[in-house]
């Protein structure tokens, strides 16, 4: 994969990836999400990424949404257990628009006390919403379960009683401690000469203070498997099963990944909705996931249905899980679930916002971005005999902590 990197005295780096498109996608990606939060502060990371918008030193609220707005571009954020990130698409000729704009918002804005509180409440709401959501709630509330201890098990979003404590000294603590100058990457996919791009980055991010900070997180430990059963006022079973996966440097990361999407994964033709849904009729919604983070992993299956069908919804689950375990794939069976698996990623590389993130993000963790032919190639790389030892680790229901929200009071 084509691109090139520069990085300032303070740490801080460009990353491009050349593009003859007219329209522009970039990102400024921080290594700092929920799981840097300290304790009582659960949801802070998130509150700061809401108040970056309200006001700077340079502008208001107002002026700050209408900066790219007015020039039709499309402007935004959004936080994880490990990152925080601003991104925004525009014609080419608003590249200075939106540098001078990122660097006004991530370095200089100023959190007024009325903003706080303003937010606070459009926070509150958020969760309200969340929680109205049974099967938003119960992946939120699972994995609480799986990473109990940890600043990984916090919700993203916080509770109603810690966004209710965090005030301003909370959030100039947060931002000085892991908003590291090392740890933060300006991405550009566009059409611009490498040179132009550096000048530019060192006009508008050189003169920021270098903060070099350690980063310190707690690798969490493994707990033990749960069942657990809560009523709530709903009118359907919603239920997560999983466990805590492998690492993003794990060399099983992409017979996960490829494991994962056979049997839960992208499409209708995964083996989970094929037997559940389209063989049984039991549940209409019903997936796997995986998500690789820097020391850990998180792997869950998911089902919604009708409170009388949950049980045998969950036996069909769990024996398609013991075929995987029992039987090694043939020699066709693994081809189709390769070229299938391919072809996907292949098709997501068009979503260039996503690509140019998922580019950051390999950046910030590996030092490093794999080619598409370099992605393919380990996925094509996979063995049967790989994907039997994952699936008799990681797909062992008696390993995995199961969550079920059920129809009661």
């Not at 794990?250 to 490829?258: E, I």
């Not at 790389?381 to 790989?386: P, S």
């Amino acid at each position: 994969m084509e691109y090139q990197v520069f990085t300032l005295p303070n740490g801080i780096r460009l990353l491009h990836h050349p593009s003859a498109s007219p329209i522009t996608h970039c990102c400024i990606m921080i290594n700092a999400g929920s799981r840097d939060e300290g304790p009582e502060q659960e949801g802070l990371a998130h509150f700061i990424e809401h108040l970056l918008f309200k006001e700077t030193e340079r502008r208001n609220t107002n002026q700050i949404l209408n900066r790219l707005e007015l020039v039709g571009a499309d402007l935004n954020a959004y936080t994880t257990k490990e990152y925080t990130c601003i991104h925004a698409s525009f014609l080419n000729q608003y590249l200075e628009r939106t540098m001078d704009l990122f660097e006004d918002l991530v370095f200089h804005s100023t959190f007024p006390q009325e903003e706080i509180e303003k937010e606070r409440g459009v926070i509150l709401d958020e969760i309200a919403s969340y929680l109205d959501q049974p099967e938003e709630a119960v992946q939120d509330d699972f994995e609480s379960l799986l990473f109990k201890g940890n600043p990984m098990g916090g919700n993203i979003l916080g509770t109603p009683e810690t966004v209710n404590k965090l005030g301003k000294k909370d959030i100039q603590t947060f931002i000085d401690k892991n908003y590291n100058t090392s740890q933060i990457i300006f991405a550009v996919f566009g059409n611009y000469d490498f040179s132009k791009l550096q000048r530019l980055t060192e006009k508008y991010f050189g003169s920021v203070p270098a903060n070099i900070n350690a980063k310190n997180r707690e690798k969490p430990v493994i707990n033990l498997p749960q069942l657990i059963r809560s009523a709530k006022p709903i009118s359907q079973t919603h239920c997560v099963m999983g466990m805590q996966a492998y690492a993003s440097s794990h060399k099983f990361k992409s017979g996960l990944l490829l494991l994962n999407n056979m049997l839960g994964g992208i499409g209708m033709s995964n083996r989970l909705n094929l037997e559940i849904r389209e063989k049984h009729g039991i549940a209409y919604t019903i997936e796997s996931n995986y998500i690789p983070f820097t020391d850990t992993g998180l792997f869950t299956i998911y089902f919604g249905t009708d409170k009388e069908k949950a049980e045998r919804a969950m036996r069909l689950v769990n024996k398609e899980l013991k075929k995987l375990r029992d039987q090694k794939l043939g020699d066709l069976q693994l081809q189709r679930a390769k070229q299938k698996f391919t072809g996907q990623i292949a098709l997501a590389e068009e979503n260039r916002m996503s690509l140019i993130i998922s580019m950051a993000k390999s950046l910030m963790d590996f030092n490093y971005i794999d080619s598409l032919e370099e992605v393919i190639a380990k996925i094509n790389a996979v063995t049967a005999e790989e994907l039997l030892e994952i699936s008799n680790e990681m797909l062992d229901e008696k390993r995995m902590t199961t969550l079920i929200f059920e129809p009661g009071e």
